[in-house]
């Protein structure tokens, strides 16, 4: 095997090896930087992940093509989801900026662990081996558990980030046992050769089912599923909102990637298996999700237990093993992250210094106080809800067609079902916001361009649902039959 890397099988990798050489320059500037110029550190982050994004759009392939010896995967799907990716996590960083700079935690910290967060995605988005996949896990990982414990003075933090750094260790080390067990079944790490392998094997192998098993355990507490669930409610609402709308949201798109890479791609002749197991946890993930959030009167633990539940839609088209259910799945995925990503900017904007906008008696009479930004959140959570016109009802339109498609309708009326209870907790906002009398007489601190781009992000929850061709073409170009 030829030892030597070539540009032609780099080049494909060209975002992630820029992102890396990024993050560390970024890391190395701010050293050098007083707080008065931390702004330059965010600047160079949001040029980092622009000049990502030109990279991916330059090198980005029209065909499958596996490199770094194997390890490495580039197509469309791959492709689409790191654009989705930087995009996502820039509007993040322009979200977090006043919140962080009222908090005294405009750091570069914060900036340098998000972009090692991105590399973390991007490699779980092109693995093309379980290796390669797991190193990607990881990267995120460790990403996430600094960002949780990011403001070191607060209690409620570190607590959340060691929850979530202990759950997440068992996570791994049972996703890499299982990854052990698949190796030394088949004898490789490579998921097309693994796929090809399934093809000619017994796929009925106790051994193969027993490592199965391990990943689909794994797989299920990075999408934080039922019963894998217990970090995600802890992490939301002790972390600090900005790095609570980061966990929120781009790490969905990898939660999504993980899945279609081992699960549809890798272990795709074993879809019998593996569909049973995610059946249970779609089931669960939507009924304890919706339920439990009816609960809450912490609007991040509300949208926390609201996130397991969108993972068990997320899911159904997944587990419908179709090219439909994968299309389905992705353009579910891309949805809920645009919906959650306005959802918790809305906290960030009635957030500020000494006051945490996360009760929902936080939100009552908004639409006295700002009858815009009422507005841009009733069009959010309409989505998030599924309520048309709005594209989260086309996303759930979409998953629960695909079930149907495979004869599962109990399964589809099971979804249905849970819609409309979980649409209770979400209208419940609408009221406290147009219905009741306001608490608060503060004005709203936000910049300009924060207001724009949050309008925007509400504004395009709508257009995308006025709309939904357009987002479904791209995931059905992606996803090819």
Request: glycine letters at 10%.
């Amino acid at each position: 095997m030829n030892q030597v890397l070539t540009w032609a099988e780099l080049a494909p990798a060209s975002a992630e090896i820029f992102l890396l050489a990024a993050a560390c320059a970024v890391l190395l500037v701010d050293l050098a930087l007083s707080d008065r110029y931390r702004w330059v550190t965010y600047v160079l982050s949001i040029v980092a992940l622009a000049g990502a994004a030109v990279l991916t759009s330059r090198y980005g392939v029209g065909e499958r093509t596996v490199t770094l010896f194997g390890h490495y995967v580039a197509d469309p799907m791959g492709t689409v989801l790191k654009l989705v990716n930087y995009a996502v996590v820039a509007v993040v960083m322009l979200y977090s900026r006043d919140y962080l700079d009222r908090r005294g935690l405009f750091k570069g910290e914060y900036f340098v662990l998000a972009l090692f967060a991105v590399i973390g995605i991007n490699v779980m988005i092109s693995a093309g081996s379980l290796l390669s996949m797991y190193l990607g896990i990881e990267i995120l990982s460790l990403a996430l558990y600094a960002m949780v414990a990011f403001d070191r003075d607060n209690g409620i933090a570190a607590e959340s980030a060691m929850k979530y750094f202990v759950l997440g260790a068992i996570a791994s080390g049972t996703l890499l046992y299982g990854i052990s067990i698949v190796y030394g079944i088949t004898g490789t790490f490579r998921l097309d050769w693994l796929a090809n392998g399934l093809t000619r094997a017994n796929v009925h192998n106790i051994g193969l089912l027993f490592g199965l098993a391990f990943i689909v355990v794994g797989v299920a507490f990075k999408f934080g599923a039922v019963p894998f669930h217990m970090w995600i409610p802890d992490v939301y609402h002790g972390a600090p909102t900005s790095v609570t709308l980061f966990i929120g949201s781009a790490p969905k798109i990898a939660s999504f990637a993980l899945t279609m890479r081992v699960l549809a791609e890798g272990l795709g002749g074993m879809t019998e298996a593996w569909q049973d197991m995610l059946v249970v946890l779609s089931v669960l993930s939507m009924g304890l999700g919706n339920v439990i959030a009816i609960a809450q009167t912490n609007i991040k633990r509300m949208l926390a237990y609201s996130t397991i539940s969108h993972v068990g839609f997320i899911l159904l088209g997944i587990l419908a093993g179709t090219v439909e259910g994968y299309q389905a799945a992705m353009f579910y995925t891309l949805t809920y992250v645009i919906m959650a990503t306005g959802s918790f900017g809305v906290i960030l904007l009635l957030s500020r210094q000494g006051f945490e906008a996360d009760e929902l008696q936080d939100f009552k009479g908004l639409n006295q106080r700002s009858p815009w930004f009422a507005f841009v959140m009733l069009l959010l959570m309409f989505g998030t809800a599924g309520v048309p016109p709005m594209v989260g009802f086309w996303a759930k339109v979409q998953v629960i067609s695909a079930v149907l498609n495979i004869g599962m309708t109990w399964l589809a009326v099971a979804a249905v079902f849970f819609s409309v209870i979980g649409a209770f907790y979400y209208l419940r906002v609408v009221k406290l916001m147009y219905f009741d009398a306001t608490e608060d007489k503060a004005a709203i601190e936000a910049s300009a361009g924060f207001r724009l781009v949050l309008s925007a992000n509400a504004l395009l929850v709508l257009a995308l649902g006025l709309m939904p061709g357009w987002l479904l073409e791209v995931c059905a170009s992606v996803i090819p039959g």
